[in-house]
């Protein structure tokens, strides 16, 4: 009896390593892959006598569900799909603050925008953006949809600009990661739009 219960003790000894060897092997193979909405830094102008105006972007605020490493997907109205082998090269946060930077930066002639992250002084800016996403959608095979409130405030005496932009931009068919991102900055695109336009505008009104 004695013997009998070694040998099945030693038989699930046995099945534990092998599982354990399993799953370590599983972890050190998984590929994980980052992504970015923006490939570049916000531009600078090319001549510093262009620059009329600092343009402050600070880290948007996120819903808790999506203020995570990994990618979260929409799979229906009430379910969400999360792939720890797909996440943000930064944090979400920051990385739609930079997405929509390098935006203005292009949109903007004669701005100097920067991120809040950098550590730029709100001192030493005319206007800062403050960035409130309330719905990030992003449904692979299908489209990325965003609902945003957004404030410019310049920072002398003229009064706050705000806004909300909701946007839908279609993911490329085919399934891809890389395709849903890319819907996600283009998105984004229109945001940045609507945010431009207002900046523009009290700009070239107090000229």
Do not use: F
Not at 59 to 88: C, F, K, N
Not at 94 to 105: E, F, K, M, N, Q
Not at 194 to 203: G, T, Y
Request: hydrophobic share 45%; charged share 25%; proline share 5%.
């Amino acid at each position: 009896m004695r013997i009998s219960v070694t040998r099945r003790q030693a038989r699930i000894v046995a099945a534990a390593l092998v599982s354990a060897v399993n799953l370590i092997g599983c972890v050190r193979t998984a590929q994980v892959r980052y992504y970015t909405l923006s490939a570049d830094a916000p531009a600078r102008p090319a001549r510093a006598d262009q620059e009329r105006y600092t343009v402050r972007v600070g880290p948007a605020s996120v819903p808790e569900m999506l203020d995570r490493p990994e990618l979260v997907l929409r799979v229906s109205a009430t379910e969400l799909a999360i792939d720890d082998s797909h996440r943000w090269a930064e944090p979400l946060r920051t990385g739609i603050a930079r997405a929509v930077a390098s935006d203005l930066a292009r949109e903007l002639d004669g701005a100097l925008v920067v991120l809040a992250e950098e550590g730029t002084p709100p001192e030493a800016t005319d206007v800062e953006v403050a960035i409130d996403v309330q719905r990030l959608d992003a449904k692979m095979g299908d489209s990325v949809a965003i609902d945003v409130t957004w404030a410019a405030r310049w920072t002398d005496t003229r009064p706050i600009h705000t806004g909300r932009s909701i946007a839908r931009a279609p993911v490329a068919p085919g399934g891809s990661y890389d395709a849903l991102v890319v819907a996600c900055a283009q998105a984004l695109a229109t945001l940045s739009s609507d945010i431009a336009r207002s900046v523009r505008a009290e700009s070239i009104s107090r000229r």
